[in-house]
């Protein structure tokens, strides 16, 4: 089904896509408080131009669907909670918790239009400063409630009896029994979710509950309401073929209504994300989270190092990156071509890196399977070949003289409509192709013209905006999203608090050896249940020194060392992660306890502070907004990310003279393919002199890098520059002079755009600086280096 939006109804002065690519998102979570000390879509509203301030470019609002009435018992073991935001009972009602209606209103009529113009309100404000408004969709489940059947669950129920199809899971879910699953499988399935077999799948089960729920939603979220993209819950447990089909639709209709490409970020919180990659791949996602960024720390999760061995962080930071933005192909590298005048079966695997050309309804199509593993194949991926450039085809057979026959034969079989009539005298073109395809695959091979001319056909047909079928292979696709804080492990103080707690048991020499061996276990109970309970700073303090075995003074430090700590965490996922970062509502303040999904917590005392009261006070030490705003105006700097990219991080320890804690450096160097540039981005923990800094620079890079523009961005968001030169840097006296018209670089500042000569690439510019890393970490006292 194809949208249409008439001319006068496109929006006008709408956000545009990142120019980047790269994702700046600000996660709006319902059930904090804003402002007032009230809850409510309102008070979300008026707190929009703060987060416009913080240069986010996206706020992504979590799902606002009236919800089920089930109780059930709090991970935490607790407590009975109830109203879910992720259990959505009703696809036509608003949350009455975020979407408050005066007693005044008492009409349901009036009540519901008031709610949605509300919501109609939240996402032009959104739009009118600049970002893009996302919604969230949970594609796996609904919800239930405690007696009965909800509306969603009859509507539902209703067409299983008019079309013999079960539309709902009937076990029970044991982690979540407020939610039932949604039944896109053939009876008798046992592996459900993204990796589910094709022919375990039912397409009619697909298509009605796609026309009945998804589609009328996504509508009403898009053209009424006004949203231009979508965090998607829960990836793994959808199978491909709903995915696909729900990102072209909001493809399509943000396209039609906005005249621009959508943001479609996926959700993906799991320890081991190989296994999911290749079905991720062929879904259509514009950014995808990187579920290692928020437990990545000091010492644990592998560490802040470089070593793709020992971090999860860089493992799946490339592995992810890879699902986003898939590296091109060239065409010797498809193992296979097969050439059919029969029709594609879609709803079975097709063989790995293979090239396809088969008929339908008497038009000749190509497709390829450009992965290294047989998936089911990507409905988006089917190309009419009518749409290949004519006379680039014609240009290729007389360029190629040696090898025109071959190519002509598959050539005109993958033609026009009008080609192929031409071509009906020969009845056997198509039997003769499949015959020679590896004779014309070896010799394409040898023509490096060949291949790059008819790559970028395929890759301009891909790319086409006139063809809705391929947002896969969107030309905004952004990479890999960091996390920082997140409604359901954390928020970014609490973890970074549970970090530093590890960190200073585990090198307390006066700490007994037995409970050191301990401290992982106990790490992991926090990470995994603690900090996700936690309702308050002080509580969370208590916690850690008592299970941490932390003294007075430990713990002091520990609060001395926060705001510094929470800097550099932000600072080092956000310059390491491809396409990005989100935070969440109140991470900005550096509150400790996150927000809850259940209705229970939104008419607690557990909601607030409200935000705009921590912004109007002078006594908040851990203010951040000064701080994210720089680093997302670093980031609306930085280039378009493409999966040639390559990012480094160095960290060197200063040590101090005195008897405050070492201060730390930590520098990310960056490559970009799209430009063949690199960018030097660093930051301090405190205040160092700039002919230190230099030196720093000096011993990691060397003679490799001369010449380069400092960016600086100090607390309060203002971006300075200062140049670095070499020749300044080289001396032994580690203060030695420096240019005048060099400034000195303050607590907070970061930056460094690297402007090195002409032809330095990637991989060998990086290889020979990590070795020199490695040897001045061996030769100074400094800890240079890989840490």
């Not at 349901?108 to 919604?135: C, I, S, Y």
């Not at 970014?492 to 007994?512: F, H, R």
């Not at 201060?663 to 030097?680: D, G």
């Amino acid at each position: 089904m194809r949208h249409r939006i008439h001319s006068d109804l496109m929006s006008k002065s709408e956000p545009s896509y990142p120019h980047n690519s790269i994702l700046r998102m600000y996660n709006q979570f319902p059930f904090r408080l804003y402002a007032d000390e009230r809850l409510g879509i309102e008070q979300m509203t008026s707190y929009i131009p703060q987060i416009a301030a913080m240069n986010y470019n996206a706020v992504w609002i979590n799902p606002l669907q009236a919800t089920g009435s089930k109780s059930q018992l709090h991970p935490d073991g607790k407590n009975s909670v109830s109203g879910s935001l992720y259990a959505m009972s009703d696809d036509k009602a608003l949350n009455p918790l975020i979407f408050p209606v005066p007693k005044s209103i008492s009409e349901d009529e009036e009540q519901k239009e008031l709610q949605q113009r509300q919501l109609r309100n939240w996402a032009k404000t959104v739009r009118d400063h600049g970002m893009f408004p996302l919604f969230d969709l949970v594609l796996n489940h609904i919800g239930i409630d405690e007696q009965g059947y909800n509306s969603l669950q009859l509507k539902l129920m209703e067409a299983e009896s008019q079309t013999g199809l079960n539309l709902l899971l009937r076990e029970t879910n044991a982690r979540w029994p407020d939610i039932q699953g949604l039944d896109y499988y053939k009876t008798g399935t046992k592996k459900r979710g993204i990796n589910t077999e094709p022919k375990d799948l039912d397409e009619a089960k697909i298509d009605l509950i796609f026309k009945l729920l998804w589609e009328p939603l996504i509508t009403k979220y898009i053209i009424d309401y006004g949203f231009m993209g979508v965090r998607i819950d829960a990836l793994t447990h959808i199978p491909v073929p709903v995915q696909q089909r729900i990102y072209q639709l909001v493809q399509e209709l943000v396209r039609a209504k906005y005249g621009t490409d959508a943001l479609i970020v996926g959700e993906l919180m799991v320890g081991n994300a190989e296994p999911y990659l290749a079905a991720l791949s062929a879904c259509g996602l514009t950014h995808c989270m990187n579920p290692y960024s928020y437990f990545w720390g000091p010492d644990m999760e592998g560490g802040y190092d470089n070593s793709p061995k020992t971090s999860p962080f860089y493992q799946q930071n490339e592995q992810i990156t890879h699902i986003i933005l898939s590296p091109p192909k060239p065409i010797q590298s498809f193992k296979s071509l097969i050439v059919s005048h029969s029709d594609l079966n879609t709803s079975a695997k097709l063989q790995k890196e293979t090239l396809y050309i088969f008929k339908r309804e008497n038009l000749y199509y190509f497709a390829f399977n450009e992965n290294e593993t047989d998936i089911c194949f990507n409905k988006a991926k089917i190309t009419p070949i009518y749409a290949l450039n004519r006379p680039s085809l014609l240009t290729l057979l007389t360029s190629h003289e040696s090898i025109a026959e071959e190519i002509k034969q598959a050539g005109r079989s993958m033609g026009s409509q009008k080609t192929i009539k031409r071509d009906q005298q020969n009845a056997k073109v198509l039997e003769e192709a499949e015959a020679q395809r590896q004779r014309v695959l070896e010799k394409m091979a040898q023509s490096k013209k060949v291949q790059d001319t008819l790559l970028k056909e395929i890759e301009e047909i891909m790319r086409s905006p006139s063809l809705p079928n391929f947002p896969s292979q969107t030309k905004f696709a952004g990479g890999t999203v960091a996390v920082l804080g997140n409604h359901d492990v954390g928020t970014l103080q609490a973890k970074v608090m549970l970090d530093s707690a590890y960190s200073l048991a585990l090198n307390n020499p006066m700490n007994d050896p037995v409970f050191k061996s301990q401290l992982s276990e106990i790490y992991k109970e926090f990470k995994q249940a603690v900090i996700k309970g936690v309702r308050s700073f002080n509580e969370l303090v208590d916690k850690l020194q008592t299970r941490f075995q932390l003294s007075d003074i430990e713990v002091h430090q520990l609060i001395v060392e926060l705001n510094m700590k929470m800097r550099e965490k932000i600072f080092i996922q956000t310059m390491m992660s491809s396409g990005g970062w989100y935070s969440i509502a109140g991470d900005e303040f550096s509150l400790c306890h996150k927000p809850e999904v259940f209705s229970e917590f939104a008419t607690s005392q557990f909601v607030g502070p409200s935000l705009t009261e921590l912004a109007a006070s002078a006594n908040s030490q851990n203010d951040l907004r000064g701080f994210i705003t720089g680093i997302n105006a670093i980031l609306d700097r930085l280039p378009k990310p493409s999966s040639q990219d390559k990012v480094t991080m160095y960290h060197a320890v200063l040590s101090s003279e005195d008897s405050h804690p070492d201060k730390h450096l930590y520098m990310v160097l960056h490559f970009s393919a799209t430009t063949n540039q690199y960018q030097l981005i660093a930051h301090s923990s405190e205040a160092i002199s700039r002919s230190r800094l230099f030196h720093e620079i000096n011993k990691v890079f060397g003679e490799k890098l001369t010449l380069c523009q400092l960016l600086t961005i100090e607390q309060d968001g203002k971006v300075g520059s200062l140049i670095y030169q070499r020749d300044f840097a080289v001396s032994d006296d580690v203060e030695a002079e420096v240019p005048a018209e060099v400034e000195e670089v303050e607590e907070g500042r970061l930056g460094f755009k690297v402007l090195l000569k002409k032809n330095f690439w990637a991989s060998p510019l990086l290889e020979s600086i990590d070795s020199s890393a490695e040897r001045n970490a061996t030769n100074t006292s400094s800890s240079l280096g890989l840490s």
